[in-house]
């Protein structure tokens, strides 16, 4: 089992000088293209591409072109000896990246059009990938394209639901990936083709409605369910309008780091609900029972003996006996997993610090 940990990353100084050269709002707010929704936070970038330990002369893979933004940054550590290969499921932002990057007299970087958790074999390998989105899991592909003592950044699940997931630092040495660390973080989901809605995760939603408001439902035990989602839809029933309800024992528990023991536990009834707008529940359901713990510290139930709330019990009660350990304790470890369709890879999942 590895013995990485939560890392914190600062902005590395070149990443910071290389910044104020490269203008953002002409990239996110270009006057032709107009602003792109698909653009992340600048100092999140600057942070995770600071986590990519690029030097001159490197050859990168960056999944997610997003608004070219980042890769005009990547353009500029690589240096003019470098090259730089963005992809983006949605041609419309690599064909504006690409004229974009152009304006400015870029000849290091090109972006194509493509699946990302493919990788770009024709380029490769490379030094450094990382990906400004999540895929379901490692892709062997990538992987299999990393140079020798390569290394990726990417945000992966730690479990088979939504918005469950850590940002990893992989180190791929001899064809085999180590994670070195981790830090907190999401990003958009990894898709065959582009999103229309960005609220919505871009995949394992196993019941979802739109009216009176938004709600939606995620099942780690979704290939035991009907063809016709029974179980999911009762289960998002009985969390939208539960016959029992408590508060937990601390008022206000971490939410990350109770959602991260949950995942821990690798209990097939891990579940996740967005219930209402903002308001999202980690929990425990069968084809039965449901039993889920909201952002504000209220337990949600179907009864009061219901077997999803004992379970869900035994969970913060084990979490507060493992002194409540923080996200950034639990341990990271890389599972062989085939996800079909000729996805293959590595799950990334996380252990209690104490195992």
Known sequence: ??????????????????????PEKHYTHHAGRGPTVH???????????????????????????????????????VGPAGQVTSLDVDGYLTRWANLIHHERGLTTI????????????????????GAWCAPPLLPRAWVDQSAADGRIVSTLPIAPVPDLSVLAHIRVIDGVPTVEGFTGGNYIDATPAPKA?????GRW?????????????????????????????????RLRHPGHTEQARDASPSWGAVRCWAAATADP??????????????????????????????????????????ALRAWMTGWEKAGRPATGTFLPRLVAADHGQGLTGW???LSPPEA
Request: charged share 20%; with cysteine; proline share 6%.
């Open 39 to 77: 653009r992340t936070n600048p100092v999140f970038v600057q942070r995770d591409i600071s986590s990519l330990a690029v030097a001159e002369g490197m050859n990168v893979l960056e999944i997610g072109t997003g608004s070219g933004y980042s890769g005009a940054l990547l353009a500029r550590l």
């Open 197 to 201: 809605d960005l609220k919505v995760p």
């Open 205 to 237: 939603i196993d019941w979802e409605i739109r009216t009176p408001e938004h709600a939606w439902v995620s099942l780690a035990w979704r290939e035991r369910d009907d063809w016709h989602h029974s179980g999911a839809r009762a289960t998002l029933e």
């Open 269 to 310: 009834g891990l579940t996740l609900a967005q219930l209402a707008p903002d308001r999202m529940a980690v929990g425990h359901s069968t084809p039965t029972s449901a039993a889920a713990l909201t952002q504000d510290g209220t337990i949600l139930a179907d009864a009061s003996d219901s077997p999803s709330l004992t």
């Open 1 to 22: 089992m590895s013995t990485a940990s939560a890392v914190d990353i600062p902005v590395a100084p070149e990443v910071a000088e290389a910044a104020e050269t490269v």
């Open 110 to 129: 090109r972006c194509h059009t493509a699946d990302g958790t493919a990788g770009y074999p024709r380029s490769g390998p490379y030094d450094r990938i």
């Open 347 to 349: 799950d990334l999942r």
